[in-house]
């Protein structure tokens, strides 16, 4: 499977912002995860959420601000921000796998992965 993020660019805090997250090839993993990484930072997770269903992961860094939502039809995932922060800048990456619930918020639960997408939030 061919993943392909976009939506990013440069907003300002507290802006919004939707990231998506198309595949191509074949459909989704078991869950689609979004991870990020800020310069001179490790990957974090940001969240997940399972392609057929079912609970929706995010991290507390993110919660309340960003619902992860799916359409099925477009082999399409979105992550939406509604309350951008500076803290946010980061490459956004998508990511597909057969995760379970010990690895949906880590790298090791993805196989495939976007080129990403730069996110860049001023103050």
């Known amino acids: 499977v061919q993943l392909q993020a976009s939506g990013g660019g440069l907003a300002q805090a507290g802006a919004s912002l939707r990231l998506s997250c198309a595949a191509s090839?074949?459909?989704?993993?078991?869950?689609v995860g979004w991870f990020r990484q800020a310069p001179g930072k490790e990957r974090e997770f940001v969240g997940a959420?399972?392609?057929?269903?079912?609970?929706?992961y995010y991290a507390d860094s993110v919660k309340g601000r960003v619902t992860i939502s799916r359409d099925n039809a477009k082999n399409t995932v979105y992550l939406q921000f509604f309350s951008l922060k500076p803290e946010d800048t980061a490459v956004y990456y998508c990511?597909?796998?057969?995760?379970?619930?010990?690895?949906?918020?880590?790298?090791?639960?993805?196989?495939?992965w976007g080129q990403g997408t730069l996110v860049t939030v001023s103050s």
């Open positions: 990511a597909t796998g057969n995760a379970i619930l010990s690895t949906v918020t880590t790298t090791r639960g993805y196989s495939y």
């Open positions: 959420i399972p392609w057929s269903g079912g609970t929706t």
């Open positions: 090839g074949r459909t989704f993993g078991r869950y």
